[in-house]
């Protein structure tokens, strides 16, 4: 059925496609899909990706930026250089697909255990703490004036969001109490500049080949906020799998990702970005601790959430690594 509705959509915005092929469901959720086809062209095919709330869904959750705005900052990301996806369309009333886009579908790999693991990777896995740390510098640096309206978030509210939801599991983790305690404590108050930050700038939302990075997806946690947030939650060691003396990704180390940062001109704050990392550690953590509830009371017993559901005790311990010279 969403072939024909997708090759009906095709026709309307891409002069000459004959229709679509090859339509597979990558991946989905409560109230969005991933799906990826092939535009059939005389000049040749077209890779693409549909981004898509389907119609009847509800609104997208408090923290994300919606559909549309994820489109109009891949686009502009695009634009300006950054490794986004070009995006090819977006859907329309007419197009009867519900709310999202489609964008070309760029190849490579994002699945972490072979970017680090795989010898295909290797030349790639020394370049990409510098790459990545420019392409942040890229994102920060896109002008707030031509940008779709986005949450404006500070440390303070990002703490409150963070307790807020941790309490209302009402599953008391010592730990998650003295990290708290830790990040009002030590909150850096507002930066000297607002940023556009990314907002889940991690593995999984990076495509990357042998020759490094290639695209940055997923920018619906998009806001307006400490620019510093990003390098800190690359950082996060959830993020290494297993790597932990390679605090960028498993793959490189805070000074080459500070680096490319700064190749740009944009300045770094270290000690804001140990004071993300810790955040970030642990909203992954209360995150966690979502999926377990989840799995405990929904209808649905998913294997999956009870398996980065037991992850939160994983970031406790990285927790009292990073407070343990600091608390």
Known sequence: MIEVELGRCVAGWCSGATGVANCARLSGGASQETWSFDIVHPDGTIGAI???APSGYGAAPERAAGLNAEAVLMQRAYDAGVPSPRVLHVLQPRDDLGTGFIMQRVEGETIPRKILRDEKFARARLMLARQLGETLAA?????LSQLPELRRMTAAKEIAELERDYRGFDW????????LRWLRDHDPGAPKE?????????????????????????WELAHIGDPMEDLGWICVNSWR???????VGGFGS???LFAGYQKAGRHVDPKRVTFWEVMGTLRWGVMCCGMMQRFRSGPEHS???AMIGRRASETEIDLLRLLAPRA
């Open 50 to 52: 549909l981004r898509r």
């Open 254 to 256: 805070r000074e080459e």
């Open 241 to 247: 799998f297993g790597e932990i003396d390679k605090p």
């Open 139 to 143: 994102i920060h640096g896109l002008a």
């Open 172 to 179: 008391p983790r010592p730990v998650f109490e003295l990290a």
């Open 303 to 305: 294997v999956e959430r």
């Open 194 to 218: 607002m940023t556009l930050v990314h907002g889940d700038f991690r593995h999984g939302n990076l495509i990357i080949g042998p020759d490094g990075l290639r695209a940055v997806l997923d």
